[in-house]
């Protein structure tokens, strides 16, 4: 079982807007805002997408948002597109001892 | 452009050892912290252990402590991880992966395509 909780699954119809949650605990989401949400298409590396809770890496087209509130982070991904179809992980820091913590994946389904 | 290129995987025996080197280049390597995320076929992924920007910080999942030890030459621009006893549940695709500071708290802005590490009898 992940640290972080994610939906197994989501899905959305292209145009549209879906949200990802991640749940925490105050320990790591609740307590710091270095959330990081990354995409991953199958046998590829995982990519960036949203860190810090909400800063967007050069590249990453601006329908990628993403937001905190208490042990939650989400990612919204507005104006669906075919190429947004794939894997997606939180990932947050959870001090020095633990270090870093990443949900269990959701697989995002355009539909 | 940044590269990170993984090696060293393949199949082991339980109980055996395994040395994975990450070759990096694209950016000053002695600038930023590095580390090892797993992702087992078809699962999700799990950080391993970082190394800041000169070995000063180093630390380990709970679930590699004690058998694992990361390492870096800066001057050769590698990463290194050395698996002691390794264990079935080690059997993953081990990625390496830049950190955006030279600290171990930034999050990872650049990942290697992975080595295989395949743990059986």
């Known amino acids: 079982q992940s640290a972080l909780t994610q939906p197994r699954s989501v899905s959305g119809s292209p145009g549209q807007s879906v949200t990802i949650s991640c749940t925490g605990t105050?320990?790591?989401?609740?307590?710091?805002?270095?959330v990081s949400w990354y995409q991953q298409y199958p046998g590829k590396a995982p990519k960036v997408m949203i860190y810090?809770?909400?800063k967007r890496p050069s590249g990453v087209p601006d329908r990628f948002s993403g937001s905190k509130s208490g042990n939650t982070a989400s990612l919204t991904i507005s104006g669906l597109q075919a190429e947004d179809e794939a894997n997606y992980y939180c990932?947050?820091?959870?001090?020095?001892?633990?270090?870093?913590?990443f949900g269990g994946g959701t697989k995002l389904t355009v539909l | 452009e940044v590269q990170l290129v993984e090696s060293g995987g393949g199949l082991v025996q339980p109980g055996r050892s395994l040395r994975l080197s990450c070759a990096a280049s694209?950016?000053?390597?002695?600038?930023?912290?590095m580390n090892w995320v797993r992702q087992v076929p078809g699962k999700g992924l799990e950080w391993v252990s970082g190394?800041?920007?000169?070995?000063?910080?180093?630390k380990y999942a709970d679930s590699v402590k004690g058998r694992f030890t990361i390492s870096r030459d800066n001057a050769k621009s590698s990463l290194y991880l050395q698996m002691n006893s390794l264990r079935a549940d080690d059997t993953a695709l081990y990625y390496c992966?830049?950190?955006?500071?030279?600290?171990?708290?930034?999050?990872?802005?650049?990942w290697g395509q992975g080595t295989l590490v395949t743990v059986s009898s």
């Open positions: 105050r320990s790591n989401i609740g307590l710091y805002n270095y």
């Open positions: 992966a830049k950190g955006f500071s030279a600290a171990l708290r930034d999050h990872f802005d650049y």
């Open positions: 990932c947050s820091y959870a001090g020095s001892s633990t270090n870093w913590l």
């Open positions: 810090d809770v909400s």
């Open positions: 190394i800041d920007w000169n070995s000063g910080s180093i």
């Open positions: 694209g950016f000053n390597f002695d600038d930023y912290g």
